[in-house]
């Protein structure tokens, strides 16, 4: 650990001073680093102290809100002490169905911790975060920020020795922090097979016969009078293909790649490439496997979108859960610019210049929204931009920009390398390809899947080995929730879009816990710009509360679709647009996991003073009739 001693004790200024320096001249002193300068410095001291914002304000110009209102923003960034062992345990519903609550549980009494809490000599913190990318392989937890899966309560048992030893994260057994990948089915994107430049190489050599002159860039970048040339024939092979975004909305890659190559970039700039691996919808954890074992493939990628664009910058922006995919990544950065595929004149084509560097989130599912995400990497708060314009052609610095997940990247390296009538003779008409889908819950072999598109959700369930199935959630809590009567139906953009969380749940699950789990998401995760985000998503919480606490009725249905509503026409950002999507789909098709908890026809106040007044009655050792409130109040007058 990078201090000792209790954790409340603030780091010497000099030591600020020390730790900071090193890092700001690793960022070039640049303010719009200010995320990953924050998140560097806390993993040196633990936590970001006083003396480091102020020392920040004066080495980057910038006023002190502004720093403490980015760091305030992120939920792993912490401006107060916390443990300097910082333990947050996946809480979302799949990890809750494989026992995460009583792990954590086992984990506070073992330490004498309190669940949200710091231990008095400041040694641990115990908590819960949202989906960490793990289902596959949980419950699973993170301890400053590195990732250990497979708990049990041996394991469990085996943290807390480590904690109570202080024994340093670099010396915990490394098998506890051993990820798979859980690959179960591969095809033309997982059993790929390419090798590092080769799709450059088809790019290259498919552009050469046109007449480029390798000697100038601008014929590069602008393409030739004649015919289709440099970038052009990029975009055109991408057309072809009919290749569409794999975040889940679809939209065509090469109408977005054409858009941003035909922008007007401001004097001093440049055309910016981001890779948006800030996969947080609950459920899903594709990216990490191509992040991991196809890291080539998905850098490949990025180079292509350069090239058809003119872009000389790129960014991975890869989720905080994922810091322990950092070194392996900057390694393979490290490798393709050594092999002369990224750089300066890549492959020898003078003007193809372009580069790479990765920036980590902080935990904000928010940023998965692209301008929240470019927001992030300007080193903002990870707020929503209103659109239009759109990022292609104000983006990253109000520079054109290209924002594609991983797994899309992944796609156009292949279409770069085999042509796009190959890769559009695979899946459907209007969803070619193949898509990617991580598969947990109820299920025999949950991890990764790769069908082509058009493949039913019946198909997929019993690839996986479930049984018993009653629902099947589709995209994650903002997707659809399929039941039975659907399993003929197709994963596809015309019938069934996904991001590709694919989560099963057997008869034995409660739908509307299920449905619950995500309003609690939701809320948590709203960024607060929006007063109808903001307060709906904890209202729809509260109803949801009120529900299972036993005090429904059908006046709570109608508030939930006014609620609804609300969100859909008011909201900033998609986050609130799709909160209500899960209970809206379950009270549809699982209403009786509703009506066992209405207990009124007409209705019933959300808070019971007598329920309320239980922990009185506890500590005072009654429990008769005397104790407790009259039913009704009309009942107690005289």
């Known amino acids: 650990m990078s201090e000792s001693g209790n954790n409340y004790r603030e780091p010497r200024p000099a030591r600020v001073a020390a730790v900071l320096s090193l890092i700001l001249d690793k960022w070039r002193r640049d303010p719009t680093a200010l995320l990953q300068i924050l998140r560097e410095a806390q993993e040196a001291l633990d936590w970001i102290p006083p003396a480091a914002v102020e020392q920040l304000a004066q080495a980057l110009s910038l006023p002190r ?80 920020n590195r990732v250990i899966p497979r708990l049990d309560e041996a394991r469990i048992d085996q943290l807390c020795e480590l904690i109570r030893g202080e024994v340093p994260l670099a010396d915990w057994p490394a098998e506890l922090f051993v990820v798979a990948d859980n690959v179960r089915r591969g095809d033309i994107l997982l059993d790929a097979g390419l090798q590092p430049g080769d ?11 046109t007449g480029l002159d390798a000697s100038n860039s601008r014929s590069w970048r602008e393409g030739l009078p004649q015919g289709l040339a440099g970038p052009a024939v990029v975009i055109d092979e991408l057309r072809r293909s009919g290749l569409r975004g794999r975040g889940g909305a679809g939209f065509s890659t090469a109408l977005k790649w054409d858009a941003c190559r035909n922008a007007p970039v401001p004097v001093g700039g440049c055309r910016v490439v981001v890779c948006n691996a800030d996969e947080g919808e609950p459920g899903t954890f594709k990216d990490r496997v191509l992040l991991n074992s196809h890291a080539d493939l998905v850098f490949e990628g990025m180079t292509v979108a350069a090239m058809a664009v ?148 019946g198909e997929v369930l019993l690839a996986c080995g479930a049984s018993g199935t009653q629902a099947v959630q589709v995209g994650g809590p903002s997707g659809t929730c399929v039941n039975v009567a659907e399993f003929g139906r197709r994963i596809a953009f015309e019938d069934v879009p996904s991001a590709g969380a694919f989560m099963v749940f057997d008869a034995t699950r409660d739908m509307f816990e299920v449905a619950r789990n995500f309003t609690h998401f939701f809320a948590h995760e709203s960024c607060g710009f929006c007063t109808p985000c903001r307060v709906g998503t904890s209202l729809l919480k509260n109803l949801m509360d009120k529900l299972a ?39 549809a098709r699982f209403r009786p996991a509703y009506e066992r908890r209405l207990s009124n026809a007409a209705f019933e106040p959300a808070f019971d003073l007598d329920r309320a007044l239980a922990p009185a009655r506890q500590m005072t050792g009654r429990d008769d009739e005397g104790a407790h409130l009259p039913v009704h109040f009309e009942e107690a007058q005289p």
């Not at 300097?84 to 979302?92: E, Q, S």
């Not at 908590?127 to 289902?135: A, F, K, L, Q």
């Not at 609620?563 to 209500?580: E, R, T, W």
């Open 199 to 209: 799709a450059l190489k088809a790019v290259r050599d498919r552009i050469q016969p």
């Open 310 to 457: 003119g872009a000389r910058r790129g960014f991975l922006y890869l989720r905080g859960e994922y810091r322990h995919l950092l070194e392996t990544l900057e390694a393979v950065l490290v490798r393709r610019r050594e092999a002369g595929l990224l750089g300066e004149g890549i492959l020898g084509i003078a003007g193809a210049d372009f580069d790479i560097e990765i920036h980590l989130g902080a935990g904000a599912y928010v940023c998965g929204e692209e301008s929240a995400l470019i927001e992030s990497l300007e080193g903002k708060r990870g707020t929503p931009r209103n659109r239009p314009p759109f990022p292609v052609t104000n983006g990253y610095l109000d520079q054109p920009t290209v924002v594609d997940n991983v797994e899309t990247f992944a796609c156009s390296a292949l279409i770069a390398q085999r042509g796009g009538d190959w890769f559009a003779a695979i899946g459907t008409e209007k969803s070619t390809g193949t898509k990617l889908l991580s598969i947990s819950g109820d299920v025999a072999a949950p991890g990764v899947y790769e069908f082509p598109f058009g493949v039913t959700i």
């Open 549 to 587: 606490n036993g005090h429904g009725s059908p006046y709570d249905f109608a508030e939930i679709e006014h609620m609804n509503h609300i969100l859909q026409q008011m909201s900033h950002c998609g986050l609130g647009h799709s909160a209500c999507n899960p209970v809206l789909d379950t009270i």
């Open 65 to 144: 809100s502004k720093i403490e209102g980015v760091a305030g923003f992120y939920s792993f960034l912490y401006t107060r002490p916390q443990g300097r062992y910082r333990v947050l345990f996946a809480d979302n519903i799949i990890e809750r169905m494989q026992g995460s609550a009583a792990l954590m549980e086992r984990m506070c009494r073992s330490l004498w911790v309190e669940a949200g809490k710091v231990s008095e000599d400041g040694l641990v913190s115990v908590g819960t975060t949202s989906c960490i990318g793990m289902g596959d392989q949980g419950p699973a937890l993170l301890v400053n």
